[in-house]
Structures are given as C-alpha cells and as structure tokens.
Nanobody
Framework: QVQLVESGGGLVQAGESLRLSCVAS??????????VGWYRQAPGHQRELVAL???????NYANSVKGRFTISGPDARNTVHLQMNKLKPEDTAVYYC???????????WGQGTQVTVSS
C-alpha cells in the first residue's frame, strides 16, 4: 500500500510562508483513490481538512485558508504540495496528508509535519 510522508513544516512568523510536501511511496491515484487531502490538527482540536486535490486536477479549500493556501500535484515524483502563504497563528498545527476515495480518507495517519506560526 502507498505510504505518505509529510515534511516541510517549521517555525515561522505571521505573514510568512511554508511549503509542505507529501511524498508517496508509489503512484497516488490508483484504484479507487481519487483525491489527496491535507489535514491539520492542533492540540485539543479535531483534525480538519484544509485542502484537497482530485485526480482531475480540481481543488477545494477550507474557508479558513482560501486565498492563502494552494495544493498542487502529484508531480512526477509522486509528491503533493501545500503552499501556505500569509500564515496566521491559527494555522499552527500538525499537518497530515491522506489519500481519499469517494467514501473519505483511507489508510493510517503518518507522523505529520509541525507548523508553528508565531505572532
């Protein structure tokens, strides 16, 4: 099964940018998988979906990140990216990527990558 590994997080100040990477061990869009989503989870909060990219290239974003975040890929190296601009302290969370079928996310959660935005 395809394994996803997140990276690219870090500590930044509000207004700065980060680019996260979701590297897959193989082809992402195979079988019933038709989308990849970026999720985030802050301490004491449930995971929330922030961005999706579908196999047809279409994208969707949570209202809280629209206009600031851009999801792209997968590229030739089976990597999905999340470009995060104009970061806000409320963006602080551990970010995860997940493959999706029509029934929702599948597979186990990885370690994620920590994004911390200071004010």
């Amino acid at each position: 099964q395809v394994q996803l590994v997140e990276s690219g997080g870090g500590l930044v100040q509000a207004g700065e940018s980060l680019r996260l990477s979701c590297v897959a061990s193989g082809t992402i869009f195979v079988g019933v998988v038709e989308a990849v989503g970026w999720y985030r989870q802050a301490p004491g909060h449930q995971r929330e979906l922030v961005a999706l990219v579908a196999s047809d290239g279409s994208t969707n974003y949570a209202n809280s990140v629209k206009g600031r975040f851009t999801i792209s890929g997968p590229d030739a190296r089976n990597t999905v990216h999340l470009q995060m601009n104009k970061l806000k302290p409320e963006d602080t969370a551990v970010y995860y990527c997940k493959r999706h079928t029509t029934l929702g996310p599948v597979g186990s959660w990885g370690q994620g990558t920590q994004v911390t935005v200071s004010s």
